[in-house]
């Protein structure tokens, strides 16, 4: 058996992906997940579930001591943007301050590697595209705040202690476990994909689409949409490159360095379900940037991480197949 690595958030939709690599490639598990956004049956059987806060550095010194934690992967945390602008202490508090204690108490219990869920929202409205991890940070919401400071944490920790971390700039996270074991079961979903798989199996009568005169070649909002377990991969990759060299540290753009515009999306939903998939033209969403696209030569020049699921249509496949296992539950 491999070491134990903590993975706290690892109920939720990207930790429950990250926690069952974990597993397959025979590390030892320990979650940390408050069970607010995340269920305990999306946790792996293989793997402990601590319920409980990731900010209880009590808790968390326990967790370490008794399981001989090695390593933390921190999924944990709150990630509706518009929801950090009406509520931005509760993102400063769930993101910011929770992050400082966790690296705190992990610290202090000697534990050397720690990888991060950051996110693409630390470039705002990005310079130039695709977007490089030299590209300009300038967050446009307290989210992308969040989440930055929590880099600049990370970065002045590792200059100070025996720690390295691997920051992950996530671009547009989608699709489900290929072997349907986990997905996104958040209820109140607000991503693209997600809502139209849901208008897919009845739960949703239509999408909207949100602005329809971006300086995008269709005028619908482009990204670079990257498979779940590809980013869990990703996650394992980054993993034993702080393993590898204790003295290195990361912070990196994590997608397929592709876009697809809205219309191209629901075109692939249309494709892959044979439906309809009915839409409607709506204002544009407040804050969203025209185009974000990873530049991701660098993850792929530092790590052997071979994307394995680099295709629109599967990742709505694989959404698509676990949506309707959701809507089958009783
Ligand atoms: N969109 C629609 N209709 C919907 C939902 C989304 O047209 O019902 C459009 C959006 O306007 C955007 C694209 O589909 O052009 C993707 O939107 P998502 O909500 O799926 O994802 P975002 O790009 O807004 O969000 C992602 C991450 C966030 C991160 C943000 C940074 O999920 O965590 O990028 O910009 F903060």
Known sequence: MKPTILVTGGAGYIGSHAVMALCDAGYRVVVLDNLTTGFAWAVDKRATLVEGAVDNVALVRRICAEY?????MHFAGSIIVP?????????????????????????????????????????????????????????????????????????????????????????????????????????????????????????????????????????????????????ATAHLRALEALFADPTRSHTLNCGYGKGYSVLEVLDAVRRVTNLEIKAEMAPRRAGDPDCLISDNREILARFPWVPEYDDLDMIVSHALAWERKLAARP
């Open 83 to 231: 929801e950090s602008v009406e509520n931005p202490l509760k993102y400063y508090a769930n993101n910011t301050a929770a992050s400082r204690a966790l690296i705190a108490a992990v610290v202090a219990c000697g534990v050397q590697h720690f990888i991060f869920s950051s996110t693409a929202a630390t470039y705002g409205i990005p310079e130039e595209v695709p977007v490089k991890e030299t590209t300009p940070l300038a967050p446009i919401n307290p989210y992308g705040r969040s989440k930055l400071m929590t880099e600049w944490m990370l970065a002045d920790v590792a200059a100070a202690h025996k720690f390295n971390y691997c920051a992950l700039r996530y671009f547009n996270v989608a699709g489900a476990d290929p072997h349907g074991r986990s997905g996104q079961s958040t209820a109140g979903a607000t991503h693209l994909i997600k809502i139209a798989v849901e208008v897919a199996t009845g739960k949703r009568n239509h999408v909207s689409i949100f602005g329809t005169d971006y300086a995008t070649p269709d005028g619908t909002g482009v990204r670079d949409y990257i498979h779940v377990s590809d980013l």
């Open 68 to 72: 001989d934690v090695i390593g933390v």
